[in-house]
Each structure stands twice: as C-alpha cells, then as structure tokens.
C-alpha cells in the first residue's frame, strides 16, 4: 500500500475556490432552506411577501455570478493566466453567439427569450451571466470527460453530454419556477415541462463547438492533479443540485426525479473508472 500523499497548503487560486465555493453552497443551501421553511410554513409567506423577489434573486444571482469564479481558480494553476483566459473568452463567446442566434432566430434551441430576472442583457437579448455559465461548466465538463481516457472526440461529445445532463433538471426549474420565477421561456411550449426537444440539440452543437475549441488550444492535462480530482466532481454534483432541489419544491418531482438519474451518469462513470477493473494511469 503506497503512503498517504504528503498534505500541500493550497495556493493562493485556490485558498480562492474554496471560499467561493463555501459562499456558493452556502447560497444554494439558503434557497433550498427557505422554499422548504415557506413549504412547511405557508403562513410565514406573509412575513416575507415584501422581500420575496429580492429572497430568490439573491441566491440565484450569487449562483450565477460565481460559477465563472469557481471554475477559473479551479484550473487556474494547471492552465495559468494566458490559457485560463483564452479559455473564459473562447468558450463564452461561442455561447453567446450561440444565445444572440438562438434569441433571435429560434435556431437551434426553439423559440425561446430570457425574462428579466437574470440582469441586465448584451444587445437586450442575453444576460451577462449566461456567456459565462457556458464557459463555466463546460470546462468542468471537460475535466470530468478527459478522465475517462476516451480520446479526443470522445471527450469532445462526453463534454456535450454532461452539458446536456445539467439541464436535464435546469430547464424545468428555471424557465416554470413554481409559475412565480420564471428566468426564461419558451412561448411555443414543447413537450419536456414546456420546453422543445430541439434545446437540446442546441445545447448539443454548442458544447460540441465549445469542446472543438478547447482541444484546439491544448485542452488541459492528461490527468487531473488532486485538487481537481477531488473538487471537480463536487461542484458538477452541487450544479445539478440546485436545480434539482427547485424541482422537487416547486412541484415538479419527475423532473427532479429525472435529474438525480441524470446526476448518476456522469458520477457513475466516473467510479467505473476508478474501479480495479479500470484502474487510473498516474501522469509522470
């Protein structure tokens, strides 16, 4: 048995993650508390009616504004400041455009627009946060895919694939809201919880884009190193769990039911990976 690996004071990019990620679970465990107090409580709404938007803003916005953080410290050691920020700028502007054609054209994720509630908009059509959630979790999806040693398009579609998983549960939670807080909608409806089938196949050529241009620059590593190993997995879980958690609130079980099975997937490989059977090739 080899010995335990020496322990290693985090660096500085990283003594940064883990305070964002401590504000960002504590963000989510705050939503969740108090929709399930209101659940339980139905009187205490009363109490909280005049500061209901900014209750549910608050977390949600802190949510959005720390995804992009968490995944720039993540990796920022293993990739540095000229490729971490390549990676920023490459990624969201390939959601973006992906989002200003989308909004204005209906292709190729269906007839769909952004609400208000997420902020201020580019050209009036896509918020801010959402450029940046592109890059922000399809890096992590990235990272989660080049474990599997499936080479380059395998890990380019694996990267799709996990994209695709998120929304899974996202959807239903952000564009139905428990019919009060709607981020954004699709005015022709469709047939999963209101949503057109064809989202997901923009979702599908937007990652696949996203995980193209990520291998043209280099990619990451062969492996992860043990930060990322361990810390990489938990912040794709605690993604999904915070929209699942909505679903399952807000009165929408089978979509959070079909969330948690999505969960399992990549977590599932992910441990089929590890086990003797398969077992990880340490890099040099």
Same mark, same amino acid.
């Given at each position: ?18 305070? /964002? ?9 705050? /939503? ?8 339980? *409580? $139905?009187?205490?709404?009363?109490? =909280? ?5 900014? &209750? ?8 959005? +504004?720390?995804?992009?953080?968490? !995944? *720039?410290?993540?990796? =920022? ?31 190729? *994720? ?7 509630? &997420? ?12 450029? =940046?959630?592109?890059?922000?979790? !399809?890096? %992590?999806?990235?990272? %989660? /895919?080049?474990?599997?040693? @499936? ?8 990267? +799709?694939?996990?994209? @695709? ?17 709607? =981020?954004?909608?699709? $005015? ?8 057109? #089938? ?25 492996? $992860?190193? +043990? ?16 929209? @699942? ?6 009165? &929408?079980? #089978? ?13 599932? &490989? #992910? ?10 090739? +340490?890099? /040099?």
């Amino acid at each position: 048995m080899p010995p335990p690996l020496p322990s290693v004071d985090p660096t500085p990019s990283r003594r940064i993650f883990l305070v /964002a990620f401590g504000v960002f679970a504590a963000a989510i465990g705050f /939503a969740i508390a108090g929709t399930l107090l209101l659940r339980l *409580f $139905p009187s205490a709404a009363r109490f =909280f009616a005049p500061y209901m938007a900014q &209750l549910v803003n608050a977390p949600t916005l802190t949510y959005m +504004a720390l995804l992009p953080v968490l !995944s *720039f410290t993540l990796f =920022f050691d293993e990739l540095g400041w000229k490729k971490s920020i390549v990676f920023v700028l490459v990624g969201g502007l390939i959601g973006l455009g992906a989002e200003l054609i989308g909004t204005n054209t209906g292709f190729p *994720f269906g007839a769909y627009g952004y609400t208000d509630r &997420l902020g201020p908009k580019i050209l009036g059509d896509v918020p801010w946060f959402i450029p =940046f959630s592109w890059y922000a979790l !399809s890096i %992590l999806c990235y990272d %989660l /895919a080049r474990r599997l040693s @499936i080479g380059r398009w395998g890990r380019i579609i694996t990267v +799709a694939v996990f994209m @695709i998983l998120w929304d899974v549960s996202l959807d239903p939670a952000m564009n139905q809201g428990g019919g009060t807080f709607v =981020f954004w909608m699709y $005015p022709e409806g469709g047939a999963y919880f209101g949503m057109p #089938l064809s989202n997901w196949a923009g979702w599908f050529v937007t990652s696949t884009l996203i995980g193209v241009a990520y291998e043209a620059l280099g990619g990451l590593g062969a492996a $992860p190193d +043990a930060f990322e190993k361990r810390w990489s997995p938990i912040l794709y879980t605690l993604h999904l769990i915070f929209p @699942i958690s909505v679903c399952l609130l807000y009165g &929408l079980p #089978l979509a959070g039911l079909l969330g948690l099975v999505a969960l399992g997937i990549p977590l599932g &490989l #992910l441990r089929l990976r590890r086990s003797p059977l398969h077992p990880e090739v +340490a890099p /040099a």
